[in-house]
T-cell receptor, first 109, second 112 residues
């Protein structure tokens, strides 16, 4: 079966750095996505990785290792508004998105 | 720009009743999707449409039907609602099947 694993919840301090990990096992691979979802709102696109390595976009970076079936989302200079759930999703061989259950990130002052 | 709109925002429905959740996008995206999101689970694909006039079944299609008569609209119908269909429903669209998906604001449905 296909599976996406990510921690259920993480806590970090305002101004700090946090890394959210995602491991996956899918039938085929055509890219990995990270989305942010604030409580009661829709998921919004953060990043996309299809090749190994690091993609940087402002305070957010995403890393992919296809051989290890592993990705992480790195958030720097954390702000209170970063309190949200972060969803990892993999596009499988049929171009369907397989979603993880999400990591709820709690930011403390 | 509106992007993707969904209606209603929320609904309480008696079991056995039918209901259509509406989804409209103004981005001229070819592909559209319906997901449900339940606590502790990832988004699960119900149905999808790669282009107007075609639809396909996702991971959890039972009890749901869709149609795609034109590019902009992708309604989801529950023919006879059951309590297990209580969920938050998100519609999404993408320019093509290999592109990033963009989500509507969601419909919170409670079936009693």
């Amino acid at each position: 079966g296909q599976n996406i694993d990510q921690p259920t919840e993480m806590t970090a301090t305002e101004g700090a750095i946090v890394q959210i990990n995602c491991t996956y096992q899918t039938s085929g691979f055509n890219g990995l996505f990270w989305y942010q979802q604030h409580a009661g709102e829709a998921p919004t696109f953060l990043s996309y990785n299809v090749l190994d390595g690091l993609e940087e976009k402002g305070r957010f970076s995403s890393f992919l290792s296809r051989s290890k079936g592993y990705s992480y989302l790195l958030l720097k200079e954390l702000q209170m508004k970063d309190s949200a759930s972060y969803l990892c999703a993999v596009r499988d061989g049929n171009y369907q998105l397989i979603w993880g259950a999400g990591t709820k990130l709690i930011i403390k002052p | 720009t509106a992007g993707i709109t969904q209606a209603p925002t929320s609904q309480i429905l008696a079991a056995g009743r039918s209901m259509t959740l509406r989804c409209t996008q103004d981005m001229r995206h070819n592909a559209m999707y319906w997901y449900r999101q339940d606590l502790g689970l990832g988004l699960r694909l119900i149905h999808y449409s790669n282009t107007a006039g075609t639809t396909g079944k996702g991971e959890v299609p039972d009890g749901y039907s869709v149609s795609r008569a034109n590019t902009d609209d992708f309604p989801l119908t529950l023919a006879s609602a059951v309590p297990s269909q209580t969920s938050v429903y998100f519609c999404a669209s993408s320019p093509g099947t290999a592109d990033t998906q963009y989500f509507g604001p969601g419909t919170r449905l409670t079936v009693l």
